[in-house]
């Protein structure tokens, strides 16, 4: 294992960049306001709910979440490469930066939805 050592450096870089350009990413889809999350969400979401502010809403916030892991685990890959930190410390990044979104991502829509006020069946 030892002949890996100088490639360790390369593999962090590119797993820095990988995680910078998924954030980069996920940052410019809010900024022109199409949220990445929106193609999933719609695939598992009647059409009826799609223009529907709280749909959007929910997704701007399901993206936002992923955009802050992302950059979470860019940066946090980045110091810990810059400090020399242990392996288990980058590992402990990723988790974090994937797990997070991913739970959020989970419990987000189901709680946004308690939130809304009872409408009236369509055609009361």
Known sequence: MGYLRGFI???VS?????FGWLAATVWGTL???RPFTLGIARRRTPREYWDMPEFIRVNNHITTAWGAG???IAVGLAVCRAVDAPAWVGIAAHVAGLVGPAVFTKVH???AQAR???QAPVGS
Not at 14 to 18: E, P, T
């Open 116 to 118: 809304l006020p009872a």
């Open 109 to 111: 829509p189901a709680r």
């Open 70 to 72: 992302f950059t979470f």
């Open 9 to 11: 450096p390369w593999i």
């Open 14 to 18: 590119g797993v820095v960049s990988s």
């Open 31 to 33: 900024a022109i306001r």
